[in-house]
């Protein structure tokens, strides 16, 4: 992609955050994190906000079965590629829904405002884990690490740069949650733009 494709590739994560706010503060579902990450509300017709609450919802319902799966026991971890300003992990660990680790990955732009919110707003920044000297922020690199989270600025395209951030950190069991990427990237391949 141009690097006008990749801006606009990136500003879907604003659009998207956009629409969850919307529909949060009209009620279609609990999300308070929202607010820390929005730079300009905005209201959107009740079609868009029925829409946001119907993809968050079987987005979540597919996650909350997934993680409460199988052996409670085993390790599982959650890998969003394309996350944005997504707010799942902060949810689910309201929720006390947390996997055992949960992966942010996006291009280092998004992540980089990502950790800066991060950082400054002590509810989100106490959700990282219990021990302070165990959280390492790099906001040069958009990049977040903690035992039970990673936010890494990466482009989902260099397979071999996304391997190795991700292997650097182990991974056990995993779902993989794919925000805006596949139908980008289909569409792309399809030879529709």
């Not at 009620?27 to 968050?56: L, Q, V």
């Not at 942010?104 to 920044?125: M, S």
């Not at 922020?137 to 690490?145: F, L, N, P, T, Y």
Request: with cysteine; hydrophobic share 40%; aromatic share 10%.
């Amino acid at each position: 992609l141009s690097c006008m494709e990749d801006e606009a590739v990136r500003a879907t994560g604003e659009d998207a955050l956009s629409t969850k706010h919307s529909a949060a503060q009209k009620g279609y579902f609990h999300d308070p994190f929202t607010g820390f990450f929005i730079r300009r509300p905005s209201r959107k017709p009740p079609i868009i906000n029925r829409g946001t609450y119907a993809r968050a919802a079987a987005i979540e319902e597919v996650l909350e079965a997934f993680l409460a799966a199988g052996d409670q026991a085993t390790r599982k971890q959650v890998i969003s590629l394309g996350a944005g300003l997504d707010t799942t992990f902060f949810r689910l660990k309201e929720a006390g829904k947390a996997p055992y680790c949960y992966y942010e990955v996006d291009f280092p732009q998004v992540t980089a405002r990502k950790t800066v919110v991060i950082a400054k707003q002590k509810v989100l920044y106490d959700m990282l884990g219990p021990e302070e000297f165990s959280i390492r922020i790099d906001q040069e690199k958009g990049e977040i690490h903690s035992p039970s989270y990673h936010l890494i600025g990466v482009d989902c395209r260099d397979i071999s740069a996304l391997d190795a951030a991700l292997h650097s950190t182990g991974i056990d069991t995993t779902w993989v949650g794919v925000q805006g990427v596949t139908i980008q990237k289909g569409f792309r391949h399809m030879g529709v733009t």
